[in-house]
């Protein structure tokens, strides 16, 4: 096929047009600039849906890990300074934008009721007992809540809160624990950041240690 100069088309690819980059298929540019990559990494961040490790960011820039740490830090300073709606937080191991605390009661008031899908109160206290206990037992939640949690602990593996980690070696019952996403929905970057119970249980006192 000939142009309309009827000169023959280039089709060498080293010839494509130099705005393009040929590792990513997008306008090429500057990551080495440090503005450039705070607004790669910004951009990245905005779309994930789920908490992004410094290696998979580094990976997606190709720019070193200490360069794309640099830039976060720099990234989340920003945000703060500028008393921004959102934030740029640590949780399970990697980054994600999320609101601020300051606005919870705006953004719960702009969502339609009936559009977040809530635990139960059963799957609530479940998904503590293994929060707290972990790794634990099905037995063992159930010896703790004093009910039958076969039903509840299903729910919570089909939501992704928690996962089976092997088996108890002296009962052979599955072990549980939470998992990376249940990192998330808190907000927290790991389950040493879960708050203390003695403040939230006053009768902790009366009740026997072994079963907290």
């Known amino acids: 096929m000939t142009s309309e ?18 590792s990513f298929g997008t306008p090429s540019m500057d990551l080495a600039d440090p503005a450039v990559l705070r607004g790669a990494l910004e951009a990245l961040l905005f779309v994930a849906d789920s908490p992004q490790e410094l290696a998979q960011l580094a ?12 830039a976060l830090a720099v990234i989340a300073a920003d945000l703060d300074e500028r008393r921004t709606g959102w934030q740029l937080r640590p949780a399970a191991g990697g980054f994600r934008l999320y609101t601020r605390d300051q606005y919870a009661p705006i953004i719960e008031a702009f969502l339609l009721e009936g559009q977040r899908s809530k635990l139960s109160q059963a799957a ?7 929060a707290y206990r972990q790794p634990v ?7 703790i809540r004093g009910v039958n ?4 602990v299903r729910t919570l593996l089909a939501r992704g809160l928690i996962t089976e980690v092997g088996m108890d070696p002296e009962t052979g019952g599955g072990l549980y624990r939470t998992t990376d996403q249940f990192l998330e929905k808190m907000g927290i970057a790991s ?4 708050p203390s119970l003695a403040p939230l249980l006053p009768e902790l006192d009366t009740l026997d240690s072994d079963e907290l």
Do not use: C, N
Request: glycine letters at 4%; proline letters at 6%; aromatic letters at 0%.
């Open 124 to 130: 609530l206290e479940t998904l503590a007992v293994v």
């Open 191 to 194: 389950v040493e950041e879960l």
């Open 5 to 22: 100069t009827g000169a023959e088309p280039s089709t060498d690819l080293d010839e494509a047009p130099s705005s393009l980059d040929a």
């Open 137 to 143: 037992t099905r037995a063992r939640i159930s010896a």
């Open 59 to 70: 990976a997606a820039v190709q720019r070193p890990l200490d360069e794309v740490a640099e």
């Open 149 to 152: 949690v076969d039903g509840v």
